[in-house]
């Protein structure tokens, strides 16, 4: 059986449970949002870890997964203090069994760890063989104006795993350098490029092209700019980098950033260990979540 857990309108998420049913197979959806209403039992002991998930007057044995797609996002606001206490409990509780869970888990949350900090994350791409920009986080806004003297041309984001907008900077962006001081931020050269989407599904790779004007095509719309992205053959090493540093980080799925230069070289961004891979998907009609759905089915990796 495969165990679906996370909101219950995450396109991503139903997109994988939309496959399972097709291929009719097995599985559950556990919605997230209703974890007011969720009993959870764990039972450890020297044999492992057991236990059972109730959920709508129904008892999921969780000995019966065997592959979980997990996309734990935020917390639902609850009025009731207790029952957010109650939810978040639970939540709390459910991600430490998907650590521990003797089953696949896509992907377990100890290994979506390394997306809390950019710079951890970018020294084990360095190390996996993907070229990385030259990078500075910093809380010193002389550092960062040096940076930016000696590089010419710089962006600029959050150091930490929770999405923000990638911008340029610029005399505007700028004179606000001094707040920095209170936000450590991540400062990188400009790479001038094509951006390309990686998807890696265990040992398949899906890449597809992005095309736009914007710094931070994801929020192309809002500059007013668009985006085109279209399904496009990797280069051998490439693919292998992008496998590579996917189970370097024991990712079973994720999405990878990567910039093809004018050179013909490529750097890296980052690695999304929980990808919004539907719009990838919807844009340029690869199997993404097809290729999930048979690695869920097959249970291992």
């Known amino acids: 059986m495969i165990l679906f857990y996370g909101y219950g309108d995450d ?3 139903l997109l994988a449970r939309d496959a399972a049913r097709e291929r009719g197979l097995d599985h559950v959806f556990v919605d997230q949002k209703l974890a007011e209403e969720h009993d959870l039992l764990l039972r450890i002991g020297n044999d492992g870890v057991d236990g059972e998930l109730h959920q709508a007057g129904a008892v999921l044995p969780l000995g019966d997964a065997g592959a979980v797609y997990a996309r734990p996002l935020s917390p639902v606001p609850i009025a009731d203090p207790r029952g957010a206490e109650r939810a978040g409990v639970l939540a709390r509780a459910f991600l430490d069994w998907l650590d521990i869970a003797g089953c696949l888990v896509v992907n377990r949350p100890s290994a979506m760890h390394s997306n809390a900090s950019k710079a951890f994350q970018a020294q084990a791409i360095g190390a996996s063989g993907l070229a990385v920009p030259e990078t500075l986080v910093t809380s010193d806004p002389d550092e960062a104006r040096a940076f930016w003297a000696r590089c010419g041309d710089v962006i600029f984001k959050s150091t930490s795993g929770i999405r923000s907008i990638v911008r340029r900077l610029d005399a505007a962006s700028a004179t606000r350098l001094e707040l920095v001081r209170d936000l450590p931020t991540q400062f990188q050269a400009y790479v001038e490029g094509t951006d390309v989407r990686v998807h890696v599904v265990a040992d398949r790779v899906f890449a597809a092209e992005v095309r736009s004007e914007a710094v931070d095509y994801r929020y192309a719309r809002r500059d007013g700019l668009e985006a085109e992205l279209r399904a496009i053959d990797l ?27 004018p050179d013909g070289g490529y750097v890296c961004f980052e690695v999304n260990p929980m990808p919004g891979y539907s719009y990838f998907e919807s844009e340029t009609g690869q199997p993404i979540s097809g290729a999930l759905v048979d690695l869920l089915a097959g249970g291992r990796h």
Do not use: S
């Open 235 to 261: 280069e051998a090493g490439v693919a292998e980098a992008c496998v590579k540093v996917a189970r370097d980080l024991r990712l079973a799925f994720c999405g990878i950033d990567l910039r093809r230069r």
């Open 11 to 13: 396109p991503p998420l």
